[in-house]
């Protein structure tokens, strides 16, 4: 009886982190990119379309939650993840023609790829914009960040950033202390961070590799 009892809530919360999974997929969606240079605000979908698991992102080091950005300042759960993972500084910005200046010059600044010796941390509260990371092969993902979409990128992978088409997006940004702006356009391989990163991540892979052939 114990053991129908401990296997009946094993498969409870095997279906209620599912459910959270699904859930955050409507607001965060991965693909690869095309090889196309035509403007960064469009999907840039392969044909055919390719699209990459959140699994798959957490293996790269990027977390994905969706949130209630209707009800932010009052979220138990972004207040759980703030306390849980440090993250004591918040500020919000909006990125778009009427908000930032220089609008189209800071968009293209953004897109140059880059990392960070700290986490990059973006909560999306309304809008949505296109993050892309780097595979460990070194192939673009594209994600697509919608309202309620909370992302989190590891020091040391690279990335960029653009808006979409709708050229809108309004987001949380959180650090742990206090904000870090610095941004290494690559090539910083020779940075302690990313030395991390690739030793970490690369290791996380093999090991899986290792357990799957086994």
Request: negative net charge.
């Amino acid at each position: 009886m114990v053991s129908f009892f401990l296997h009946f809530e094993h498969k409870r919360r095997i279906t209620m982190g599912e459910a959270a999974k699904d859930q955050t997929e409507e607001v965060i969606q991965a693909w690869y990119l095309d090889n196309k240079e035509e403007d960064q605000k469009l999907p840039h979908h392969k044909d055919p379309k390719e699209f990459v698991s959140l699994d798959k992102l957490a293996e790269l080091g990027v977390l994905c939650w969706r949130l209630d950005a209707d009800n932010y300042e009052t979220d138990e759960e972004l207040k759980r993840i703030r306390e849980s993972r440090g993250y004591s500084y918040m500020d919000l910005c909006e990125v778009c023609p009427e908000k930032l200046p220089n609008y189209e010059e800071k968009v293209k600044m953004f897109f140059e790829e880059h990392l960070h010796i700290d986490e990059e941390i973006r909560y999306c509260l309304a809008g949505s914009g296109y993050f892309d990371v780097r595979d460990l092969n070194d192939i673009w993902i594209r994600v697509w960040v919608k309202k309620g979409g909370l992302i989190v990128f590891p020091a040391g992978i690279y990335h960029r950033f653009t808006v979409d088409s709708d050229n809108y997006m309004k987001a949380m940004r959180l650090f742990v202390g206090g904000p870090v702006w610095t941004a290494y356009n690559r090539p910083h391989d020779h940075l302690p961070a990313r030395k991390a990163y690739m030793k970490k991540f690369l290791k996380v892979i093999g090991d899986r590799n290792i357990d799957a052939s086994a």
